[in-house]
């Protein structure tokens, strides 16, 4: 005869198992549900947002990808501030832009490596343009050599512009859009940062730290339920900006450098999208999660066969 306490036991544990059960079946309609609405949404595209009206700062906005991107963002009719450590470069944005007639274009000289030089011009941003709303952290540095050959100094550059930066600007805008519950941070990330490439081991490093930090940051902002703060995480192959000063590509007509607009067009959209994360050209995404599934060896043996990379630079 099982005694009371017995039969208690085994009521409570047929309820948990009951529990734990439902829980399952409920979980799993809900990644069914997921990857229906993932489907449809590639199918039936969300509408882009409109960013008129919108202050939008992108960081290293002299050259490259940052300075297509700003264009982009005047003619939509947002007001565009550039940030960059190239004086000339970043002042000859805002002229290109205002000769285009967009007028709403600001310039300011930072160097987003130095936080006190972040947080001293953020408050100049703010008292001459206003809150800022989407923050683009695109500036970033690509020294391409062995390891061994990059010295500590280039090593703790590339830390402090490719990720400390990063830190320095949230600290500087990140409040505002917390007590507005609006707003929207893009991080520049790469390739690079999902998986390693010869020649760039300090760099993937930090492009590796980027997406950590917004993954993270992402997951941390969500835990409140009511949040609208939106994350846009990019991972670009190669852009022709120069800063891939000797790339490696064994099928040119398959694998082409980027185009700078493009990539802007690719970034303005998945921002306006609310994407959570693109990479550039958006197979790669694909190409690469599925690659990761397979043994080391394989995922070499393709590594290989692609036979993309960079020279060092030192050569
Ligand atoms: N070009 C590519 O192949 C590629 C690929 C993947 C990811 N990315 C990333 O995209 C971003 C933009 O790259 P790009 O090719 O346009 O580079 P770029 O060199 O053309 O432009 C970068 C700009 O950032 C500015 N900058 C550098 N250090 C700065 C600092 N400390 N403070 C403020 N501004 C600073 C530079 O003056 C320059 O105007 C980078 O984060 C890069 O790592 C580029
Ligand atoms: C400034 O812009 C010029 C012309 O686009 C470019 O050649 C140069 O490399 C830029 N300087 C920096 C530091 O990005």
């Known amino acids: 005869m099982p005694t009371n306490n017995q039969v208690q036991d085994c009521g409570t544990l047929i309820v948990q198992v009951a529990q734990v059960t439902a829980d399952v079946l409920i979980l799993l309609f809900q990644v069914l549900y997921a990857f229906i609405l993932s489907i449809v949404t590639l199918v039936v595209r969300k509408q882009p947002k409109s960013v008129r009206g919108e202050i939008v700062l992108i960081t290293g906005a002299g050259h490259g990808i940052g300075k297509e991107l700003a264009f982009l963002y005047a003619s939509q009719g947002a007001t565009v501030v550039i940030w960059d450590i190239n004086e000339k470069n970043g002042t000859q944005t805002v002229k290109e832009i205002e000769q285009l007639g967009h007028p709403k274009a600001h310039f300011f000289l930072c160097d987003v490596s130095n936080r006190e030089n972040v947080l001293t011009v953020a408050k100049d941003v703010q008292q001459k343009v206003g809150d800022v709303t989407i ?22 550059r590339i830390m402090d512009i490719n990720v400390m930066a990063h830190f320095w600007t949230l600290e500087a805008f990140l409040p505002v859009m917390k007590k507005h519950n609006y707003g929207h941070i893009v991080s520049l990330s790469s390739t690079a940062g999902i998986f390693g490439i010869p020649n760039l081991v300090p760099y993937c490093c930090s492009k590796y730290a980027v997406r950590g930090l917004m993954e993270a940051l992402y997951q941390e902002c ?3 339920k009511k949040n609208e703060i939106k994350f846009t995480s990019i991972y670009p192959y190669m852009v022709d900006t120069g800063l891939c000063k000797k790339p490696i590509i064994k099928f040119q007509n398959l694998m082409p450098l980027v185009n700078p607009k493009e990539a802007a067009a690719e970034i303005m959209d998945a921002q306006r999208r609310d994407l959570n994360e693109i990479t550039i050209p ?5 190409a690469h999660n599925l690659c990761r599934m397979l043994p080391l060896k394989a995922q070499l043996f393709i590594f290989d066969f692609v036979g993309v990379g960079l020279e060092s630079d030192l050569s």
């Open 282 to 286: 958006r197979y790669i995404f694909y």
């Open 222 to 224: 969500r835990a409140d």
């Open 135 to 156: 923050l683009i952290n695109n500036a970033g540095i690509m020294p391409t050599h062995p390891l061994l050959e990059h010295s500590k100094d280039e090593i703790q």
